[in-house]
């Protein structure tokens, strides 16, 4: 049995996270190809290796947000 299944990727500026021993870092406006049915980000080499530089570099941030945290085992069922 064969199934047609074609991917639509669409270039997208995205917001990447990242989770560096309990703290957040987001990076904005993040080339990438984004599958428009599941939302599933691709980034090229040279983005990966860009991301992981600016990582490393600790430079200050262009700015900070508050980000409310909640724990799910936590909350009512």
């Keep these: 049995m064969t199934t047609n299944w074609q ?3 669409v270039e997208k500026q995205v917001t990447y996270t990242l989770n560096l021993n309990g703290k957040i870092i987001l990076i904005e406006n993040v080339p990438a190809r984004v599958n428009e049915e599941t939302g ?3 980034f ?3 983005t990966v290796e ?3 530089q600016t990582i490393l570099d600790k430079k200050e941030p262009d700015h900070f947000i508050q980000v409310p945290v909640y ?3 936590n909350s009512a069922a």
């Design 7 to 9: 991917e639509t990727l």
């Design 40 to 42: 599933e980000q691709f």
């Design 44 to 46: 090229s080499p040279s």
């Design 50 to 52: 860009r991301l992981q």
């Design 71 to 73: 724990d799910y085992s």
